[in-house]
């Protein structure tokens, strides 16, 4: 049988820190600085956050160390890979489409993620030109109407940010993706905590602590906490075809479950880090609402930006932190598609992104028109754009989720996966009852959630969903 190392065809990251930078820039993007802090405020604060993390680490982490798993068995694609890991598991046929589902989910998100990353965009040449100096909440938010209301700025935009990542991607896994990686995360990091001392300094600090941290176990609902795992699998690249893409290009000797309790632990940092900097901002200025939904972004902080001292400088640096977060995320969108088409077609790097970008730019046209001429457009209440992120956060993703745990926890063939996770086994969890004590390995557990735990959870957020938001 041939290695593993040497069955794919795109390569293999430099180091695992090269994949730790890949798979967090994946994770990190406008998931964690523009959905996180708004959904967190319109959920009341404290109580959502510590949900947020449960979440994360009794499920999220679980069923990412899965999709890890397949993907660096695979080898390839989540096509491809997943063809040969089911092949190897000696089950139906049908399990392939978990890579199919990741794959189109991909494409999908990226269309209309290419156009709020344009936004992004937007906003760090509208802060430099010092159009926000002075702004109240009107003129603000009709700075960010004149924006979306205008098809030809939208596509401009979506067209320039979509030009960024093709030229990663056609750079392939260790001249494109993981290059860009290294020098884009590094940067994330450092703008970010410029931020941070910039909101201690001159922001209100106390407050933002006070309501991301301070919680009230009352206003904690059964919505709350679904809404909290969406958000975290969403936060985690989980069931799109990225991390899955990603983890075959892994060394075969990293430990998959300590990589991605890092990538995690970075991914969920960075939220709070977005959290605090975004609300002492925004708590800074009086009668701003950190209510304020999805304009929390595009029009409170540019109000608070445009009356701070040294509001502008500021501005500029957030802004391009949105972008290198949205586009270190976009390229993990677009990575599954390219590289399959690399396999199956035999297209050269750059043929394959191309022709993906160009279908993605297409797509996104919905989603420009969404925002203006075809307002009215709509299907069972939704504007191409809601619907896009509807299908793709509460079908795609849950199903795709769902099925990487039944598949990792019941169906796959068993040596292959005690091979890739050989080293959870070897930690043990000492259980003490009164009467007796017995030990447990984190594989035995690992096991177990993927078969019970996050099955129940991912449906319950699945229905939840499909619920809460179909209006016939
Ligand atoms: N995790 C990204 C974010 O937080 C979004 C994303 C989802 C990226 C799925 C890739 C795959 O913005």
Not at 25 to 48: D, E, I, M, R, T
Not at 77 to 83: K, V
Request: aromatic fraction near 14%.
């Amino acid at each position: 049988m041939m290695s593993s190392n040497t069955r794919g065809i795109h390569g293999i990251w430099m180091s695992r820190w090269t994949f730790i930078m890949a798979a967090t820039g994946s994770a990190v993007g406008l998931g964690n600085l523009w959905k996180f802090p708004y959904v967190v405020g319109n959920n009341g604060g404290g109580a959502f956050v510590l949900i947020y993390f449960l979440c994360m680490l009794l499920v999220g982490v679980p069923v990412m160390m899965a999709e890890v798993v397949l993907g660096r068995e695979g080898r390839n694609s989540p096509i491809t890979g997943m063809s040969y890991v089911v092949k190897n598991s000696e089950c139906g046929r049908a399990w392939q489409l978990i890579g199919w589902i990741g794959v189109i989910a991909g494409l999908l998100i990226l269309s209309f993620y290419a156009v709020i990353a344009g936004w992004g965009l937007h906003y760090i040449l509208e802060v430099s030109n010092g159009n926000v100096i002075g702004v109240d909440g009107e003129s603000a938010a009709s700075l960010f109407a004149d924006l979306t209301s205008s098809p030809a700025k939208l596509i401009a935009w979506q067209t320039i940010f979509l030009g960024m990542c093709l030229l990663v991607v056609t750079g392939g896994v260790k001249k494109g993706l993981g290059a860009a990686v290294e020098i884009l995360m590094p940067l994330l990091f450092v703008m970010l905590l410029v931020m941070l001392i910039y909101a201690i300094l001159k922001g209100n600090f106390v407050a933002a602590c006070r309501f991301l941290f301070e919680f009230d176990i009352a206003s904690v609902s059964w919505r709350a906490i679904l809404e909290a795992m969406g958000l975290a699998f969403f936060t985690l690249s989980i069931g799109m075809g990225a991390i899955m893409a990603y983890g075959a290009y892994m060394p075969e000797g990293a430990s998959i479950g300590r990589t991605v309790l890092i990538i995690s632990f970075f991914d969920s940092i960075v939220a709070i880090i977005a959290g605090l900097i975004i609300f002492s901002i925004v708590f800074s200025t009086s009668g701003i609402e950190p209510t304020a939904g999805p304009g929390l972004m595009f029009i409170s902080l540019p109000v608070a930006f445009g009356n701070m001292p040294a509001g502008q400088f500021i501005g500029i640096i957030f802004f391009i932190l949105v972008v290198i977060a949205a586009w270190s995320s976009a390229i993990s969108l677009l990575e599954p598609a390219a590289a399959w088409l690399v396999e199956a077609a035999g297209f050269t790097r750059f043929k394959a992104s191309f022709s993906l970008v160009g279908f993605v730019w297409l797509l996104g046209l919905g989603s420009v028109f969404s925002f203006n001429l075809g307002k009215d457009f709509t299907l069972a209440g939704f504007t191409i754009f809601d619907g896009l992120d509807f299908v793709t956060s509460n079908i795609f993703l849950p199903v795709c989720g769902l099925a990487i745990s039944v598949f990792v926890g019941f169906v796959m063939n068993r040596d292959v996966l005690s091979r890739q996770m050989a080293d959870l086994e070897g930690y043990l969890l000492l259980i003490k009852t009164p009467s007796s004590s017995k030990t447990l390995s984190l594989r035995v557990v690992w096991d177990w959630v993927l078969r019970f735990v996050a099955p129940i959870a991912i449906t319950a957020i699945f229905f939840m969903g499909v619920y809460d938001n179909i209006r016939f």
